[in-house]
């Protein structure tokens, strides 16, 4: 069968076939051509098929060729008329020739087409045709500060891009076909380029300075907000990799800590493959221990590996209902099969073909994280995997928040249904492990400015436990949406960032910069031996020459004001509750053997404190 036959039997498939365009053709075992090829006809002759179906009827195509089809007549006159190398057939092929041989009057039935349209040239109802796609999004491009700064990707990958104030003008580049960009203004080294441009044959992009990642998909590393003072940072669910390479690029911007590390936990054995790729492409693999194929929820919060883990962020597996492009295929017109033709004494004639199938309805399909469609036929049965959902992202969040040391705690998703964000939110709060540990939701004006700004907060219409309370609004207000038809060139996403009582360092504009001194760049400032100053008193962090004790000298460890000297912190204390410190200052950490005065156990576990 060729192509156009193949592509033909798709694209007239019922609805109830499969999911959408892509997980029909992909997913199909029957098929003869490459289905890259098919996807692309089908796609593009779907985008087109409005117009073609004019062109046919007025040409009468169907009148005059018995053996083409309605669908055959829109796939083989779009590669005929908008095609670079017209009809992938041979020459002698019977379609082939039987379109050819209409070609001068299709072409004028196509002029007449784009007249009507006002369209001055065929590139001008090619842009008129896009447009009906919806609001094209951009191009977000990440610049990976391991490996490059955005002023030098200016120079280089963008040499010749206008610089635009807004993502909206990125975004109506898609009509002039402008080579623009954007310096986006909420979240750092992140840029909005033209959307028809492709980055992947870029040497940047190869070498992991740039990372194509969506803006809201960079909201949970920049909201967790990862510096060194946190000690590890867990990422629970990574591949391939997209926010454990930015809280990477953040920590590499700040200064990571010695020993710090980013932990990244993939249960899937073949994605975590991805994820090693990628973090090595991006230069993090040295601050990053992967565990391929283990499974978080089965990770021990109080093992001794994880004691220094400060801050987390849980991206779980969703219903991917806000991803952008999956299945927005445009519809597929087909001609009408009915005319009105002349018998041999000029006399008109109804003559009538079998009905058209029907074309192509969209439907409720799921995505997960392989990218796999499902097919969901009912309310129900989207109603049922949601709640699903639901159960397992709340397990994960609360198992986060059992880790001894964890202070902050970013949950995401790029779904757009409350059950899974909102209400995932409010039954983690009602948890007992919550209230037991004082997790509480990261209030907008406590968070880092870009996402303070950003205007879309959570949505509490659909979520059925609440009080509507003043606390309700406050937790509404932390949470963080993005809406991908909302004109911000942006995936459906969700984020929430929770915190522990106790956890000051975000509160003030102040201690935005942390306990430390840092320069210009917002670098922790260290001396020679690599000791950086307490912000408030202006005192090394830890005297090594002097010791402990010598004048001039705060020993400092964890946050400002946190709560290991509260009484729950990992750290050994006296008989009257005082935390034990080794002569360098650190305090010994209560699982270890040693005592105040074994030096030699700073380097079992090679963590003793927050030592940055
Ligand atoms: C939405 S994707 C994560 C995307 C990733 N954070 C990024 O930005 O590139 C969810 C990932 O979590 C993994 N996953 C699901 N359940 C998990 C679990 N219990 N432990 C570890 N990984 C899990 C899935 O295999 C999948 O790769």
Redesign the pocket.
């Known amino acids: 069968m060729s192509l156009y036959h193949e592509t033909a039997a798709i694209v007239t498939s019922p609805s109830t076939h499969g999911g959408s365009l892509k997980s029909r053709i992909y997913g199909s075992k029957d098929l003869k051509s490459p289905p890259a090829q098919v996807y692309a006809l089908a796609f593009e002759s779907s985008k087109w098929s409005a117009i073609l179906k004019e062109v046919v009827e007025s040409s009468q195509l169907l009148q005059k060729e018995r053996k083409i089809t309605p669908a055959l007549s829109i796939l083989l006159v779009h590669d005929l008329l908008l095609a670079k190398k017209g009809v992938a057939l041979p020459a002698s092929h019977g379609l082939r020739l039987a379109v050819e041989k209409h070609k001068a009057r299709l072409q004028s039935e196509f002029t007449r087409a784009r007249i009507r349209r006002k369209c001055p040239t065929v590139e001008a109802l090619k842009a008129t045709v896009d447009a009906q796609l919806g609001p094209a999004h951009p191009r977000w491009i990440r610049v990976n500060t391991l490996k490059s700064t955005v002023d030098e990707q200016l120079d280089t990958t963008f040499k010749g891009f206008e610089v635009v104030p807004t993502a909206q003008e990125v975004m109506a580049s898609a009509l002039t076909g402008k080579r623009v960009l954007c310096l986006d203004s909420h979240v750092p080294n992140l840029i909005a380029a033209s959307p028809g441009v492709d980055f992947t044959k870029t040497e940047a992009y190869k070498s992991g300075a740039l990372i194509l990642q969506d803006k809201a ?1 960079c909201f949970p590393a920049y909201l967790l907000d990862p510096r060194p003072e946190d000690g590890d940072i867990i ?9 454990t390479t930015h809280l990477a690029g953040i920590l590499h911007e700040r200064g990571f800590a010695p020993n710090q590390h980013i932990i990244a ?4 054995k073949h ?1 975590a493959k991805t994820l090693d790729k990628m973090i090595r492409t991006a230069g993090t693999d040295k601050h990053t221990l992967t565990h391929p194929g ?4 089965q990770a021990d919060p109080h093992a001794p590996e994880f004691r220094a883990v400060g801050a987390l962020l849980l ?4 219903s991917g209902s806000g991803i952008v492009g999956r299945d927005d295929t445009p519809e597929f017109h087909l001609p009408s099969t009915t005319t009105t033709t002349t018998t041999p004494d000029n006399k008109p004639l109804k003559r009538k073909r079998p009905a058209a199938p029907t074309p192509v309805q969209p439907q409720t399909i799921m995505i997960d ?1 392989a990218g796999t469609e499902t097919h969901l036929p009912t309310p129900q049965a989207l109603q049922t995997r949601l709640t699903a959902l639901a159960t397992f992202q709340l397990a ?1 969040l609360l198992h986060a928040f059992a880790f001894p040391a964890a202070k902050k705690v970013t949950y995401s998703t ?1 779904s757009i249904h409350a059950v899974e964000n909102e209400g995932v939110v409010f039954a983690a709060l009602r948890s007992d492990i919550a209230k037991q540990r004082g997790w509480r939701v990261l209030g907008r004006e406590e968070q880092v400015r870009g996402m303070r700004e950003w205007p879309v907060r959570g949505d509490l219409r659909d979520v059925t436990e609440r009080d509507d309370g003043e606390g309700d609004k406050v937790v509404g207000g932390g949470c963080v949406r993005a809406e991908r038809e909302d004109g911000r060139g942006v995936m459906g996403f969700f984020v929430v960032c929770f915190v522990r009582k106790g956890d000051d360092h975000h509160k003030t504009d102040d201690d935005d910069e942390g306990p430390f001194v840092r320069d210009g760049e917002g670098r922790i400032v260290r001396d020679e031996e690599g000791i950086p100053t307490v912000n408030r008193t202006g005192k090394k962090a830890v005297d090594l020459e002097g010791g402990l004790g010598s004048s001039g000298v705060e020993v400092r460890f964890g946050e400002e004001g946190g709560d290991d000297d509260n009484g729950d912190g990992p750290f050994k204390r006296d008989a009257e509750g005082r935390i034990v410190r080794g002569l360098d200052g650190m305090p010994r950490l209560k699982a270890k053997r040693a005592s105040a005065d074994d030096d030699d156990d700073q380097g079992d576990d090679g963590w003793g404190g927050f030592d940055d």
């Open positions: 998909s990422d629970a669910c990574s591949a391939p990799g997209n926010k936990f993939e249960k899937d994605r283990r499974d978080f929820l991206d779980p597996s969703c994280d994960i790029c």
